[in-house]
Structures are given as structure tokens and as C-alpha cells.
């Protein structure tokens, strides 16, 4: 099992920036990719980024050249950079890991950290 806490969502002025945080336990070395996704009202679940064991990383078109997708493997952690926020960045943000290679895939949630952008 891997369990997820989100953290660093808040409100911010629009073309600002925010930092999120996505800390992973239990048996974390079983995950292959960790993943953001966002979640606007209304909307469906929407891949913003993704990262892989090797440091590979994808980005939604609507993020890129905006936000960053890192790790820091030492503390188990997922970071995602955003900047330049635009209103409809916001979202509830939740983390992502997927456990590739077996049948099938698991995937683990966080519960979500709520970013609000006010233009």
C-alpha cells in the first residue's frame, strides 16, 4: 500500500505562483510514475503532469511552460511548481502513484489540496 498527503494549495492573486507537495509512504519503492491531476467543478479529473523513475516527466498543453513536475526521492517527495497561475488553474490538485508491471496496475490517491486563483 502507498498512502498520499497533498499539501501547499491556498488562494492566489492570478500570475502568481504556488508550490504543491505530494509525500508518499508505505512500500514507495513499488511506484513507477507519479502523477498530478486537478479537478475543477463541473469538470472531469485532468492530467496536469506526470514523472517517472527516471526522471521523465509529460505535461498537460494547458500547463506547459507553466508548471514543473520534480521529486526528491531522498524524502519520498512530489513537488509540482506552478507558476503564473491563471483562474482556471483552479482545482482541487491530487497526487498519483502508479504501480506499473503487474495485472492490474495499482494506483493510489491522495485526498487533494485546493488551489484558488483570484483574477
Known amino acids: 500500500q502507498v498512502q498520499l498527503v497533498e499539501s501547499g494549495g491556498g488562494l492566489v492573486q492570478a500570475g502568481g505562483s504556488l508550490r504543491l507537495s505530494c509525500a508518499a509512504s508505505?512500500?514507495?519503492?513499488?511506484?513507477?510514475?507519479m502523477n498530478w491531476y486537478r479537478q475543477a467543478p463541473g469538470n472531469q479529473r485532468e492530467l496536469v503532469a506526470t514523472?517517472?523513475?527516471?526522471?521523465?516527466?509529460k505535461y498537460g498543453d494547458s500547463v506547459k511552460g507553466r508548471f514543473t513536475i520534480s521529486r526528491d526521492n531522498a524524502k519520498n517527495t512530489v513537488y509540482l511548481q506552478m507558476n503564473s497561475l491563471k483562474p482556471e488553474d483552479a482545482a482541487v490538485y491530487y497526487c498519483?502513484?502508479?504501480?506499473?508491471?503487474?495485472?492490474?496496475?495499482?494506483?493510489?490517491w491522495g485526498k487533494g489540496t485546493l488551489v484558488t486563483v483570484s483574477s
Open positions: 514523472i517517472n523513475t527516471g526522471g521523465g516527466t
Open positions: 508505505g512500500t514507495v519503492f513499488s511506484v513507477n510514475v
Open positions: 498519483n502513484a502508479v504501480r506499473l508491471g503487474i495485472i492490474p496496475p495499482m494506483s493510489y
